[in-house]
C-alpha cells in the first residue's frame, strides 16, 4: 500500500503532539554506520571516541558516532518522536530505565562474516543477540512482563550491516580467503537469515535492514582501486547490485516463512549513489574525499586531532572520514529512509 508523503509527515508529527513516540522502542543492531558509543571500552583501535569525530555533536563532544555529529539512526529516532537517543547498551552503568525506549547494540567492525569482529575485538553479531537477551530480561524486572512483551513485539529492530563486510573482503587476505562475490554473498546472507529468525524468535516483529551502500563510492576504495580515476569504482558497485538482489530474494523468503513477521529492506545504495554522483544537486560541494585528513584514506585513529587538512566546513562534504558519512549526509539518509520503508514498518 502506498502513502503521500504528507500523510507520513502529519501522521509523525500527530505523535510528536501527542508527546509519545510512534513505536515503544527502537533497537539497533550492526556496524559502524550504527554505531554510537559501543566500542568506547573495547581494546580496539576501530574506534571513534576522540576529536575531531563528535566535533559538530552536542557540546562538541566525541561519543564514539563515526561521525562530526548525528548519525542516520539519530535522525530517525528524532523523527519517530524519541526524545533522547537509544543508549549504546555496553557503556550504559545503570541498565535501568533507560532501556525503555530501546538500545543500540552496534559495533564498528562487526559483520556478517564473524571472522571480521574476530580480527578487530569488536563486538560479533552473535554477541549483540546476546546482550539483546539480557535487555529483554532487564525490561522485564523493570516494566513487568505483560508491558515488557508489548515493547518488545512493537518495537522497531534496525539491523545496519554489510559494508564493513565487503571493505573487508576487498581489503582484507583473511577475509577474501579466495571467495568469489558470489560465494562470499551466500555467506553473508546465509548468516543475515539466520540471523533475522533469531531477532524472531525473540519476538521482534518489524524488523528494517539496510541493504549495501555503493561501495565503489566509498573514498577510501576509490584511492585504493579506482585506478588514479575520481570516479566511483564500477566493478564494486556492481557487487553491490548483485548483492542487493541477493538480499531482496532472501527477504521475500523470509517474510513467507515467518508468520507476522513485517521485514522491511531500505534501499540506501540508490540515495548514495545519487549523493555521491550529483553533490551540488543535493547542496554539497566535496563527494570524492572526506573532511578529516586529506580524505583519500583517513579512517578511526587516522582520522584525529592531529590530521593535517580536515575541513572547517563538514557540512559541505558527503563523507566525513574515507568511509563515514558527515551528519548533513546521515540526515539526508534518514529522510530517504524514513519515507521509503519506516512507514511500511509501523502500520
Known amino acids: ?38 566500542n568506547n571500552q573495547l581494546l580496539t ?12 555533536f552536542k557540546n562538541h563532544t566525541p561519543t564514539g558516532r563515526f561521525c562530526n555529529g548525528k548519525l542516520a539512526t539519530d535522525f530517525i529516532a528524532e523523527i519517530l518522536g524519541f526524545t533522547s537517543y537509544q543508549p549504546a547498551y555496553i557503556n550504559l ?17 562487526s559483520a556478517f562474516y564473524d571472522v571480521i569482529p574476530m580480527l578487530y575485538n569488536t563486538i560479533p553479531l552473535h554477541r549483540q543477540l546476546e546482550y539483546y537477551k ?27 550491516i554489510g559494508c564493513s563486510d565487503f571493505l573487508n573482503y576487498y581489503t582484507n587476505v583473511l577475509v577474501h580467503n579466495g571467495h568469489t562475490v558470489d560465494q562470499f554473498s551466500d555467506i553473508l546472507l546465509q548468516s543475515y537469515s539466520k540471523y533475522i529468525q533469531h531477532l524472531y524468535a525473540l519476538g521482534a516483529r518489524r524488523i528494517g535492514v539496510t541493504n549495501l551502500a555503493p561501495t565503489g563510492c566509498l573514498p577510501i576504495l576509490i584511492t585504493l582501486f579506482g585506478s588514479h580515476s575520481n570516479g566511483c569504482v564500477g566493478r564494486l558497485n556492481k557487487d553491490a547490485i548483485y548483492y542487493n538482489k541477493k538480499l531482496n530474494y532472501t527477504s521475500e523468503k523470509l517474510q513467507k516463512l515467518l508468520p507476522d513477521l513485517n521485514l522491511v529492506v531500505f534501499d540506501i545504495y540508490q540515495p548514495l549513489y545519487n549523493l555521491v554522483t550529483k553533490p ?6 566535496e563527494a570524492r574525499r572526506g573532511c578529516c585528513g586529506t580524505g583519500f584514506i583517513e579512517l578511526s585513529i587516522l582520522c584525529n586531532e592531529k590530521s593535517i587538512g580536515t575541513c572547517a566546513n563538514a557540512s559541505e562534504y558527503v563523507f566525513w572520514d574515507s568511509v563515514h558519512l558527515t551528519e548533513a549526509a546521515n ?6 529512509m524514513v519515507a521509503a520503508g519506516i512507514f511500511q514498518l509501523i502500520s
Do not use: H
Request: with cysteine; hydrophobic share 45%.
Open 93 to 109: 552503568e545503570d541498565k535501568g530505565n533507560n532501556l525503555l525506549n530501546g538500545a543500540n547494540f552496534a559495533s564498528a567492525a
Open 280 to 285: 551540488s544537486e543535493n547542496g554539497f560541494l
Open 331 to 336: 540526515k539526508l539518509l534518514a529522510d530517504q
Open 45 to 56: 583501535f576501530v574506534k571513534a571516541n576522540f576529536p575531531p569525530y563528535g566535533r559538530d
Open 134 to 160: 539480557e535487555c529483554q530480561s532487564k525490561l522485564v524486572e523493570i516494566a513487568g512482563q505483560s508491558k515488557a512483551s508489548s515493547i518488545i513485539s512493537s518495537a522497531i529492530y534496525m539491523v545496519i
Open 1 to 38: 500500500m502506498g502513502y503521500s508523503s504528507s500523510f507520513f509527515t502529519c501522521f509523525l508529527l500527530l505523535a510528536v503532539v501527542n508527546g509519545k513516540p510512534v513505536v515503544p522502542a527502537l533497537f539497533i543492531f550492526g556496524d559502524s554506520i550504527g554505531d554510537n558509543g559501543n
